[in-house]
């Protein structure tokens, strides 16, 4: 799957310009997969947490949806920045 992309990133004029979109692209994926990661870590602990305390379970719920925003916030830098080096944005 990736080796097409590495021939394409070889056979072009401009290899400064193929190579960058070629890291943006993996860049903003892997901020994608991360950001995943995290908030299924995230959700995953808070059900765990509500579960083993239920009077506290607003309070985790809060504690867990502000955190999930965060990793999101990470995330969406991260590719905006990825688009940035593209030259896209």
Excluded: H
């Excluded at 979109?21 to 993996?26: D, E, I």
């Excluded at 990661?37 to 009077?55: N, T, Y």
């Amino acid at each position: 799957m990736l080796y097409p992309l590495l021939q394409a990133a070889a056979y072009t004029k401009d290899f400064a310009a193929a190579w960058a979109q070629l890291g943006a692209g993996v860049g903003a994926g892997l901020a994608v997969i991360g950001a995943g990661v995290g908030v299924g870590i995230i959700g995953s602990k808070v059900v765990e947490a509500q579960a083993r305390q239920p009077e506290m379970a607003a309070r985790v719920q809060t504690a867990g949806l502000i955190f999930a925003a965060l990793v999101e916030g990470v995330a969406l830098f991260a590719i905006v920045i990825a688009f940035m080096i593209q030259g896209k944005f």
